[in-house]
C-alpha cells in the first residue's frame, strides 16, 4: 500500500514538473531574448516591448487624425 501511494506520489510530481516547465518555457524564452537585446534582465525588454506599443499606438492615433483632416480638405485637386 505505501509503495503504490508513493508511486501515485511520483506521477503526481512528474506532471506537476512538467507543468511548471510549460509555465516557466516563455520566461525562459523572455530572458533569452532580453540578454540578444542588450538589456540586462526580461523586466526591461517588457518595459522596452511596452514603450515601443506605445509608441506605434501614438503613430496610429496621428495617422488616423491626418486621414480624417485630409479627407476634409478643401484643397485637396484631382488626380
Known amino acids: 500500500m ?3 501511494e508513493v508511486y501515485r506520489l511520483q506521477a503526481r510530481v512528474d506532471v ?3 507543468k511548471l516547465q510549460l509555465v516557466l518555457a516563455p520566461l525562459h524564452s523572455l530572458a533569452s531574448r532580453s540578454t540578444e537585446h ?3 534582465d526580461p523586466g526591461s525588454l ?3 516591448s511596452f ?3 506605445d509608441r506605434i499606438d ?3 492615433e496621428q ?3 491626418l ?3 485630409l479627407g476634409s480638405c478643401s484643397c485637396k485637386k484631382d488626380l
Open 2 to 4: 505505501a509503495r503504490e
Open 16 to 18: 506537476l514538473e512538467q
Open 38 to 40: 542588450g538589456l540586462q
Open 46 to 48: 517588457l518595459a522596452h
Open 51 to 53: 514603450q515601443q506599443l
Open 58 to 60: 501614438s503613430l496610429s
Open 63 to 65: 495617422v488616423s487624425f
Open 67 to 69: 486621414e480624417e483632416h
